[in-house]
């Protein structure tokens, strides 16, 4: 017997929901953890939904729909808004597409060193653990932003069975290298609340056409979080201007790009857990990681 589609098995957790307006499910494209779909409704504008085949746990679309909560309330950013939340599916209000301008990606600019500066917050993590894509996020709160990093946001990956078929005995111990260094790469920044997993695809735009987010995995963390991972993961061209507007406003320093590798690290080594194609995140892993491997010889 042929397995239902994703837009099938969409419908029927809307129905089960009691979303019994519902008249169709188009699939939709773009994410990479999720099924994902638009609902079309009677006499009602449609929504988006999305849900996951087998929910690792009751809570993913819950904290998915706090942290919408808090980059709206908390840092000013305009998101959808949540419908519903539980935990077979999240469904959301329509955004539009991304126009592909060089002021869009301005305004983006403003809105995130917005969300940044405004937040600023004394310690790092957040109240709760929440989901990058489909393994939890670990945000047990701590005072140093070194230590946090090393422990919650590169080394609790070393134990997935992807990184550790991918990553030899020298790589993790270059890893471990890098975490204990540090306090040397990188300036000490103050937390600040971070959307958390900010590529160009969890970037959208309101009816009227400001940026908007969605899919968050939200934390008290760096800016330069996000900042990397928008820098890292093939921004458009029109995006160019974005990088010069954000520093300014920021007054980030000349340097940051060369930190972008070592905090993408982070995102890389997500990927690499979690997905069978790793989109080139070992070899980017392990060409950051080769200056802390030890080398043998006089």
């Known amino acids: 017997m042929?397995?239902?589609?994703?837009?099938?098995?969409?419908?029927?957790?809307?129905?089960?929901s009691g979303l019994n307006d519902v008249?169709?499910?188009?699939?939709?494209?773009?994410?990479?953890?999720?099924?994902?779909?638009?609902?079309?409704?009677?006499?009602?504008?449609?929504?988006?939904?999305?849900?996951?085949?087998?929910?690792?746990?009751?809570?993913?679309?819950?904290?998915?729909a706090e942290g919408l909560a808090a980059l709206r309330e908390i840092g000013g950013a305009?998101?959808?808004?949540?419908?519903?939340?539980?935990?077979?599916?999240?469904?959301?209000?329509?955004l539009a597409p991304r126009p592909h301008s060089e002021s869009f990606?301005?305004?983006?600019?403003?809105l995130l060193a917005r969300l940044h500066t405004s937040t600023v917050h004394p310690r790092f993590g957040w109240h709760r653990d929440n989901w990058l894509g489909r393994r939890r996020q670990v945000n047990t709160w701590h005072d140093d932003g070194f230590a946090f990093f090393a422990q919650h946001r590169?080394?609790?990956?070393?134990?997935?069975?992807?990184?550790?078929?991918?990553?030899?005995?020298?790589?993790?111990?270059?890893?471990?290298?890098?975490?204990?260094r540090l306090p040397e790469l990188l300036p000490d920044r103050?937390?600040?609340?971070?959307?958390?997993?900010?590529?160009?695809?969890?970037?959208?735009a309101t009816a009227d056409g400001r940026p908007a987010l969605i899919d968050p995995a939200v934390s008290y963390m760096w800016a330069e979080v996000?900042?990397?991972?928008?820098?890292?993961?093939?921004?458009?061209?029109?995006?160019?201007?974005?990088?010069?507007?954000?520093?300014?406003?920021?007054?980030?320093?000349?340097?940051w790009r060369s930190r972008m590798p070592i905090i993408q690290l982070r995102q890389h080594l997500a990927v690499l857990a979690q997905?069978?194609?790793?989109?080139?995140?070992?070899?980017?892993?392990?060409?950051?990681?080769a200056p802390f491997r030890r080398r043998s010889g006089p």
Not at 154 to 159: I, Y
């Open 2 to 16: 042929k397995a239902p589609s994703g837009s099938a098995l969409l419908l029927e957790a809307l129905l089960r």
């Open 23 to 64: 008249v169709t499910v188009e699939p939709a494209t773009g994410g990479l953890a999720a099924l994902a779909g638009i609902a079309v409704r009677r006499g009602v504008p449609p929504v988006f939904v999305k849900a996951l085949a087998e929910p690792p746990a009751d809570d993913v679309f819950v904290a998915e």
């Open 78 to 94: 305009p998101t959808p808004d949540v419908l519903l939340a539980n935990r077979d599916l999240l469904v959301l209000s329509m």
């Open 105 to 110: 990606w301005e305004q983006f600019a403003h």
């Open 154 to 180: 590169l080394l609790r990956w070393l134990d997935q069975p992807r990184v550790e078929a991918a990553l030899d005995r020298a790589d993790r111990s270059a890893l471990e290298r890098l975490c204990h």
């Open 190 to 204: 103050p937390a600040c609340l971070t959307h958390g997993d900010l590529w160009a695809q969890n970037i959208m």
């Open 226 to 255: 996000d900042l990397a991972h928008v820098w890292t993961t093939s921004p458009p061209p029109e995006a160019s201007r974005f990088f010069a507007v954000y520093a300014e406003l920021t007054s980030l320093d000349s340097d």
């Open 275 to 289: 997905f069978d194609d790793d989109w080139g995140a070992g070899d980017l892993i392990r060409a950051t990681l």
